[in-house]
Antibody, heavy 120, light 107 residues
Framework: EVQLQQSGPELVKPGASVKISCKTS????????MHWVKQSHGKSLEWIGG????????SYNQKFKGKATLTVDKSSSTAYMELRSLTSEDSAVYYC?????????????WGAGTTVTVSS | DIQMTQSPASLSASVGETVTITCRAS??????LAWYQQKQGKSPQLLVY???TLAEGVPSRFSGSGSGTQFSLKINSLQPEDFGSYYC?????????FGAGTKLELK
């Protein structure tokens, strides 16, 4: 069974950074891209960006450049997203989601989400 | 960025009814359109991609149609498990963008 297991909820202070993880199983990690999607409370979905685990190549939504950094660890089949300089606007649920290697990305498998709360 | 406009924003229907949700793209996205279902407190689940291809395991009462800028998701004979929120997403290029969602509620 294909699974994306995300790390637990985070409570972080304004101005700090947080790194959340997405550990994959049930498929070959390097045969798909991994993407991150933000969902603010009660709102719609925003694509943050995606990464190709083969070469670390990334594609970011311009809105999140400078805010998010995507990385992978092929040895553990895990994807990571670091968010920096956090403000209350970054409080949201963040999902990892699997996409194809070929572009025209839609997401066939999603993680359960990681809730990030930014509060002093 | 391509804007995705969904309608209606909310919809009340009964079990057994047929409903249609529409999604309009601000420019031509050919057939690069996906639909997701999201239940309260859960992650989105892929229903349709390439405008009309059902994802694995999705019941045949769901169907997608459209091309260019106008798309729709039709659900025949609504079942209790179909209630929740639905989102469209273009997958033509980057940035990928989603519609604002349609909340399907039980009448």
């Amino acid at each position: 069974e294909v699974q994306l297991q995300q790390s637990g909820p985070e409570l972080v202070k304004p101005g700090a950074s947080v790194k959340i993880s997405c550990k994959t199983s049930g498929y070959t990690f390097t045969e798909y891209t991994m993407h991150w999607v933000k969902q603010s409370h009660g709102k719609s979905l925003e694509w943050i960006g995606g990464i190709n685990p083969n070469n670390g190549g990334t594609s970011y939504n311009q809105k999140f450049k400078g805010k998010a950094t995507l990385t992978v660890d092929k040895s553990s089949s895990t994807a990571y997203m670091e968010l920096r300089s956090l403000t209350s606007e970054d409080s949201a649920v963040y999902y990892c989601a699997r996409g194809s290697l070929l572009g025209h990305w839609y997401f066939d498998v999603w993680g359960a989400g990681t809730t990030v709360t930014v509060s002093s | 960025d391509i804007q995705m406009t969904q309608s209606p924003a909310s919809l009340s229907a009964s079990v057994g009814e047929t409903v249609t949700i529409t999604c309009r793209a601000s420019e031509n996205i050919y057939s690069y359109l996906a639909w997701y279902q999201q239940k309260q407190g859960k992650s989105p689940q892929l229903l349709v991609y390439n405008a009309k291809t059902l994802a694995e395991g999705v019941p045949s009462r769901f169907s997608g149609s459209g091309s260019g800028t106008q798309f729709s998701l039709k659900i025949n004979s609504l079942q209790p498990e179909d209630f929740g929120s639905y989102y469209c997403q273009h997958h033509y290029g980057t940035p990928l963008t989603f519609g604002a969602g349609t909340k399907l509620e039980l009448k």
